[in-house]
């Protein structure tokens, strides 16, 4: 029986791509796995090998900044967003899982797993809960395909601009602060930016007040 396990990496970020990872393995193999944030960055590359080797398949689905600004202009939630991309990515696999096991974005965890379900083109079991990425191995496996490609993708953008960028999440003051000063320089924000963060809004309005 082949199970899958899915989680994201850096929804909260603003800026740089949002990273759903799939990882589909037989329920019958060994595998050994962790929550990706309670690894450091070697063991989890270490991780990540391991996976890759006795992995069924591995899937990832990017959703970049200009992706989300556009699907928020048109109503979409972030939980919206997320759904749809889990949609897509379970779709287009290879091998189509019996059972898939999601972490849930949403605080009814029943509810996210029935938008998933509902929206398959295939019959399978869907498990979600929160939080299950410490609950079931296959979901932390999940969780460092995901957060293996976000950082792949932070690197990049860290080899654009510079390490001043930061991790991109808001309570990074070193990222905060380059977005500021990028702003302040150029009048836009890097194409890479989440433009309906609440932390674009702020940094406007502060460089609107230091104009005055």
Same mark, same amino acid.
């Given at each position: ?5 899915? &989680?994201? #990496?850096?929804?909260?970020? /603003? ?8 990882? !589909?393995?037989? $329920? &019958? ?5 962790? &929550? @990706? ?18 992995? /069924? ?11 989300? +600004? ?16 889990? /949609?897509?990515?379970? +779709? ?7 059972? !898939?096991?999601? *972490? ?9 797993? %029935?938008? =998933? ?10 498990? $979600? #809960?929160?939080?299950?990425? $410490? ?6 496996? #999940?969780?460092? !395909? ?6 792949? +993708? !932070? ?7 510079? &390490? ?7 309570? *990074? ?6 977005? @500021?000063?990028?702003?302040? @320089?150029?009048? =836009?924000?890097?194409?890479?930016? %989440? ?9 406007? %309005? ?7």
């Amino acid at each position: 029986m082949l199970i899958c396990g899915i &989680d994201e #990496a850096g929804k909260g970020s /603003v800026f740089g791509n949002l990273c759903i990872g799939c990882y !589909v393995i037989d $329920s &019958d193999t060994e595998f050994n796995a962790k &929550d @990706s944030k309670k690894l450091s960055k070697k063991r989890r590359e270490q991780y990540y090998n391991d996976l890759v080797e006795k992995a /069924v398949e591995i899937s990832i689905y990017e959703l970049t900044a200009d992706d989300l +600004n556009t699907m928020h202009a048109q109503g979409m939630t972030l939980i919206d967003m997320e759904i749809w991309a889990i /949609v897509q990515l379970l +779709n287009q696999l290879q091998n189509k899982p019996h059972q !898939v096991f999601l *972490d849930s974005c949403d605080v009814n965890h029943q509810r996210f797993g %029935r938008a =998933v379900s509902d929206q398959l083109i295939f019959e399978t079991e869907v498990h $979600s #809960a929160h939080k299950a990425d $410490s609950l079931f191995k296959v979901v932390s496996a #999940a969780s460092i !395909v995901a957060k293996t490609f976000r950082e792949n +993708n !932070v690197q990049d953008l860290h080899d654009k601009y510079g &390490d001043h960028i930061g991790s991109g999440y808001p309570c *990074d003051k070193k990222s905060i602060a380059w977005l @500021s000063e990028y702003y302040a @320089s150029h009048h =836009v924000f890097p194409p890479e930016t %989440r433009l309906f963060w609440k932390t674009i809004e702020s940094i406007k %309005r502060s460089n609107k007040t230091d104009q005055n």
